[in-house]
């Protein structure tokens, strides 16, 4: 399969991530954001284009659909369950994992993350803080989250580091944000420190690049793979114009 985009050790498929995680060997970490589908509470809302379900009403979106968002929540854990599944055998006996969840899909994302035969071995936190959306006569919903494993023991002599179990960057704003679930450059490239140096990171639904970009600056290879063209092309001009100064990852 030919990459949508590669240059420098970092590649880009576009394509489904059945197709491409089938076909990759060596991965070194899994880190990705996929779809939540945690945006309605019945199959009318599910099904709504992800502009409506996540975009606040006062507020115009210009940037591209993204797709995989409309499951309830059994077949989002056999969904998940499958594709974890594939990226194991893609994946190094050390092997980490990583993938994000909100509060209503975690307790299904951590089963999933073990049906597809990851060892699960705990929660990371981004703190999105003060930038949340506000939940009147409750709590804020302040955070989301990482579940995290391997595929077999951790390696701490080919990585030995422990990042913050917590971390706080605000949500991607204006301008800057490309892609309507955005994950800061901070998380990702938070999140990348868990791959052995010069290691292989595969993020199956690479959206905007944010995972790349964070990679490619931290000295990892990276893959990622993209159903949506249009992210397709907005990922591969990010990394091509280089994107953020280093300065701004710190």
Not at 21 to 43: C, E, K, N
Not at 62 to 86: H, I, P
């Amino acid at each position: 399969m030919k990459p949508y985009f590669e240059a420098n050790g970092i590649q880009i498929y576009h394509g489904d991530c059945f197709e491409v995680l089938h076909a990759l060997r060596g991965i070194d970490a899994v880190i990705t954001d996929p779809p939540y589908s945690s945006g309605g509470q019945f199959r009318g809302d599910r099904t709504m284009n992800t502009v409506t379900k996540y975009v606040q009403t006062n507020q115009q979106a210009f940037r591209a659909e993204f797709g995989g968002d409309n499951r309830d929540q059994r077949s989002y854990l056999a969904w998940v369950s499958l594709w974890m599944s594939a990226a194991l055998h893609a994946s190094n006996p050390n092997a980490i994992a990583a993938l994000f969840t909100d509060w209503r899909q975690l307790p299904t994302t951590t089963d999933a993350f073990q049906a597809g035969g990851w060892v699960w071995r705990g929660i990371g936190v981004w703190d999105k803080t003060g930038a949340a959306r506000p939940r009147l006569g409750g709590i804020k919903s302040q955070a989301e989250y990482i579940v995290w494993g391997s595929s077999g023991p951790l390696d701490a002599d080919a990585n030995p580091i422990c990042i913050p179990g917590v971390l706080s960057a605000p949500i991607v704003r204006g301008t800057d944000k490309e892609h309507i679930a955005e994950k800061p450059l901070k998380v990702m490239s938070w999140l990348c420190e868990l791959c052995r140096p010069g290691g292989l990171i595969v993020d199956p639904f690479v959206g905007s690049g944010t995972t790349l970009v964070a990679a490619k600056k931290s000295g990892r290879r990276a893959i990622g793979i993209e159903i949506m063209e249009a992210n397709c092309e907005i990922a591969a001009k990010r990394l091509q114009q280089g994107f953020l100064d280093l300065s701004e990852v710190a």
